[in-house]
């Protein structure tokens, strides 16, 4: 048994294999989670054949362990099913907008945090791949995704192969206000990062950039401002033909 405190990535994998058994309870414990309405607007594509994986690959940026993990797991925002549910119980459904999405993808957010508690509990090793949304239209056409359903989660499954160094976090004060938002002085953020800026492997990552700052590797290399816009600009295409965006 593993807990939170213990968290880490796992991006490489054993040979031993998943079941479908155990997945399968996982998928149905996690379902328990809070969901807006008890609609449960949310769908998951388990994904294990190697050539379905290598197609996926493409559209996390070939990250390895899409095509070695045993199980790769999209979960959706998925409002197709209660459409469907209710054109065809004399219901007239309204979830073609901006809004249903933004409740669809929080429930789905929140069925995968479960997910990967649980799935870890049980000693299994995931990796949380955030780039599910930067090129969804791989995504949407590889898994065959019908309108009023979008990816937003994207998780690598198996048994560890590795027991990397957790990643560091930022102290409580960092993010939590009391009462009302305190912004940020130039103080508060000397404090708060220092022991970031300080790690080993991240003052080598700011050396092997070429930069001054470790925030300048996020802003410059990492995380830019033209591919936050590019990506944005793909993102809100596939919401348009998915459907939530008319």
């Known amino acids: ?6 968290r880490r990535s796992i991006r490489k994998y ?17 379902a328990r989670t809070q969901t807006m309405g008890n609609l449960q607007l949310y769908s998951v594509v388990v994904t294990r054949d190697i050539k379905m994986k290598e197609r996926l690959a493409p559209a996390h940026f070939n990250q390895p362990m899409v095509t070695s993990a045993p199980v790769v797991l ?25 809004l249903s999405f933004v409740n669809a993808a929080t429930d789905a957010l929140l069925y995968t945090q479960t997910f990967c508690n649980l799935a870890e509990e049980e000693g299994l090793g995931y990796c949380f791949l955030g780039t599910t949304v930067y090129c969804p239209q791989i995504i949407i056409d590889t898994l065959k995704l019908p309108k009023l359903v979008m990816p937003v989660a994207t998780i690598t499954l198996g048994w560890p192969d590795e027991n990397p160094p957790q990643s560091d976090r930022l102290p409580l004060a960092s993010f939590v206000h009391n009462e009302t ?8 953020i000397d404090r708060f990062y220092a022991a970031k800026e300080a790690l080993p492997e991240n003052r080598n990552f700011v050396e092997i950039n070429n930069k001054e700052t470790l925030a300048q590797v996020f802003t410059d290399c990492r995380y830019t401002k033209n591919d936050n816009e590019h990506m944005s600009e793909t993102l809100m295409d596939a919401l348009k033909k998915q459907g939530f965006i008319k």
């Not at 054993?14 to 996690?30: F, G, H, M, P």
């Not at 938002?181 to 508060?188: G, I, L, M, R």
């Open 1 to 6: 048994m593993k807990s939170i405190e213990t």
């Open 14 to 30: 054993s040979s031993r294999e998943v079941t479908d058994e155990q997945l399968d309870r996982l998928l149905e414990l996690a």
């Open 74 to 98: 999209t979960v959706c925002a998925d409002f197709n099913r209660t459409t469907v549910w209710a054109n065809n119980r004399k219901a007239t459904p309204g979830y073609d907008n901006f």
């Open 181 to 188: 938002y305190s912004d940020y002085t130039a103080a508060d």
